[in-house]
C-alpha cells in the first residue's frame, strides 16, 4: 500500500489505525447488543433445550511478534499457546452472529478477568443464560446479575470419568456451542 500511494510505510500504518479506531467507535452506534425479542425470533430449532439463551462467549488469541520490552513479553505470553498472543472475548447469538467482541488483551489474561472487566457484564440482564466453555469460572458473576451459565458438566470428586448423563449433557452442548467456534475460525 506504502508504494501504491509513495509514501513511507509508518504513514499507512497510522492511517490504518486510526480508521480502524474510528470504525470501532462508530460501528457499535450500528450493530448495539441485540434484544431478548430479536434473540428470541432467531432462535434456531437446536436450541429448544436451552431456550433462554442470550450469548455464547468463549475467548480466542491471535499471535504477535515477541515484543522487545520484557514487561509486554510477560503480559502477552500465553502459557497455553506457548507463545506471545493478543486474547480477546467474542460473543455470539444462537443464531450465530456475532453479538459481542472485547479489547484485545495480552494472552496472559485469564478468561475470567476478561469476562469481568471487558464490559461484557455490563450487557447481562435478568433471566439471561450464557453457554460456555469449562474454563469461563464466572457463576457468581452471572448469578449477581440474575443470569445463569451453561457449561458442559465436570467429573464428579473421586471420579476418573464423567457418567453417561454428563457425557451427553456434553455433546447437547458442543452441539450448540459450535456456534462460536466457526464464528471465531471466520473471524481469523
Known amino acids: 500500500m506504502a508504494i501504491l500511494c509513495k509514501v513511507h510505510e509508518t504513514t499507512i500504518g497510522r492511517a490504518f489505525r486510526t480508521w480502524v479506531r474510528l470504525?470501532?467507535?462508530e460501528l457499535k452506534l450500528l450493530f448495539p447488543y441485540p434484544a431478548k425479542t430479536i434473540i428470541d425470533k432467531w432462535m434456531p430449532s437446536q436450541f429448544a433445550?436451552?431456550?433462554n439463551t442470550r450469548c455464547i462467549i468463549d475467548c480466542t488469541e491471535f499471535f504477535?511478534?515477541?515484543p522487545s520490552s520484557l514487561t509486554a513479553q510477560v503480559l502477552t505470553f500465553s502459557s497455553y499457546k506457548g507463545h506471545n498472543t493478543f486474547k480477546?472475548?467474542?460473543g455470539v447469538s444462537p443464531n450465530?452472529?456475532?453479538t459481542y467482541v472485547s479489547d484485545l488483551w495480552g494472552g496472559r489474561v485469564s478468561d475470567r478477568y476478561i469476562t469481568e472487566h471487558s464490559g461484557?457484564?455490563?450487557?447481562?440482564e435478568r433471566g439471561d443464560n450464557i453457554m460456555a466453555d469449562r474454563g469461563f469460572n464466572i457463576e457468581e458473576l452471572l448469578a449477581d446479575r440474575g443470569a445463569t451459565l451453561n457449561i458442559p458438566p465436570f467429573r464428579n470428586q473421586g471420579s476418573t470419568q464423567l457418567t453417561f448423563a454428563q457425557v451427553e449433557e456434553t455433546r447437547r452442548i458442543?452441539?450448540?456451542r459450535i456456534h462460536v467456534?466457526?464464528?471465531i475460525g471466520y473471524a481469523k
Not at 461484557?120 to 447481562?124: A, T, V
Request: include cysteine.
Open 23 to 25: 470504525l470501532s467507535e
Open 49 to 51: 433445550s436451552y431456550p
Open 64 to 66: 504477535i511478534e515477541r
Open 88 to 90: 480477546a472475548l467474542i
Open 96 to 98: 450465530g452472529m456475532v
Open 120 to 124: 461484557f457484564l455490563d450487557l447481562i
Open 174 to 176: 458442543a452441539n450448540v
Open 181 to 183: 467456534e466457526r464464528c
